[in-house]
Structure formats: C-alpha cells, structure tokens
T-cell receptor, first 112, second 109 residues
C-alpha cells in the first residue's frame, strides 16, 4: 500500500542551524510528493512539491529533492529562523488517485 | 480569492447535542476533504468528495458522523449526537493540492 514515514519529533535547533527532516515513502508507480507546514492555530499550508524523479521543490529557503532510488523526499533548509517553528508534514498522492497520504508530522522548534 | 472558509471557528457544546460544521471550498476546485486533528490521533481523513459526490468515507468514525455536499460551493459535517471524544479541530480542504481552511475547534463538554 501507500504510506509516508517521517522522522519523529520534536526537533529543536538553534537559530541559523541547518535543518533536515527525513521523509521516506512507499507507493506503487511514481507519486507526487509534498511538504506541508502547520503554524500554531492554523491549517496546513503547502510548502513545496515535486511531481517526478529528480525534481527539486523549493520555497521560502526550504528544499526537497524527489529521490526515486531511495524513495525519499527529505526537507532541508540552510539556516533556520525562529519563525520556522511549526509542524511539518510530508505527503504523497499516488499517480492514479486523488487522495493524499500524510505522514505523522514533525514538530520543529527553533531557539533564538 | 478568500481561500477555504470554515464556520464556526470555535464551537462549544454539551454531550448529546447536534453539531454542524460548514465549509466553502475555493471556487473551481472539484475535490473537498474533511479532516480531524487531535494530539492523540494526529491528522485523520474523514471523507472526501469529488464533483460533489462522496468518494471515500472510510474514515468517518461511526454513524453519528455524516457529511453532505449539496453543491460545489458548500459542504457540511454533522455530528449527532456529539460526545466528548469528538473534541478536536476539524479541517476542510479543497483541490488536488489540499488548500486547507483555518479549522473549527470543537469542544464537547
């Protein structure tokens, strides 16, 4: 079946540190891959996406590359800010479906 | 566009009462999703519609929950009767890429 596994949180970093949040997936075919961010008290927002192998999605300094060979879509940012504190969700949509599969979310806290 | 609109934003009710949550999706989006989020269970998909037709309601917890989409611009999620364990934030999302509304925080006393 289709599933998404992301690293357990919480992740706590100091401001300007390098961020990696790991995400791996299981899917038949070639799904589209997404990262969403949820700030306190809000709904999820699409952060970035990639629709085919080797695509790199990027937004607000965050990047993730669709790695078919390792079935991964790790989220990275070179220098985090306090305002990046949120919960991050990795997700996929199978090629033949319209239903999205979310990971369990990773809470990120950034210390000033 | 105003984005996905949900109402009410907060709802406090007593056990046994009927609760109706409302959602207006983004104009032009063909799909609509209802989610529930709690600390214990995380984010759960309850039901989704495509072109106003329910496609998958396997996430609806029990018969007390029902959802309708009478037209392309409106959907409701109803809980009758409500129970304390239904307390959660309920999100509506629309479109292939899941544009989320701000959520309704439901508290059942």
């Amino acid at each position: 079946g289709n599933s998404v596994t992301q690293m357990e949180g919480p992740v706590t970093l100091s401001e300007e540190a390098f961020l990696t949040i790991n995400c791996t997936y299981t899917a038949t075919g070639y799904p589209s891959l997404f990262w969403y961010v949820q700030y306190p008290g809000e709904g999820l927002q699409l952060l970035l996406k990639a629709t085919k192998a080797d695509d790199k999605g990027s937004n607000k300094g965050f990047e993730a590359t669709y790695r078919k060979e390792t079935t991964s879509f790790h989220l990275e940012k070179g220098s985090v800010q306090v305002s990046d504190s949120a919960v991050y969700f990795c997700a996929l949509i199978p090629r033949s479906a319209s239903k999205i599969i979310f990971g369990s979310g990773t809470r990120l806290s950034i210390r000033p | 566009d105003a984005g996905v609109i949900q109402s009410p934003r907060h709802e406090v009710t007593e056990m046994g009462q009927e609760v109706t949550l409302r959602c207006k999706p983004i104009s032009g989006h063909n799909s609509l999703f209802w989610y529930r989020q709690t600390m214990m269970r995380g984010l759960e998909l309850l039901i989704y519609f495509n072109n106003n037709v329910p496609i998958d309601d396997s996430g609806m917890p029990e018969d007390r929950f029902s959802a309708k989409m009478p037209n392309a611009s409106f959907s409701t999620l109803k809980i009758q009767p409500s129970e304390p364990r239904d307390s959660a934030v309920y999100f509506c999302a629309s479109g292939y890429e899941q544009f989320f509304g701000p959520g309704t925080r439901l508290t059942v006393l």
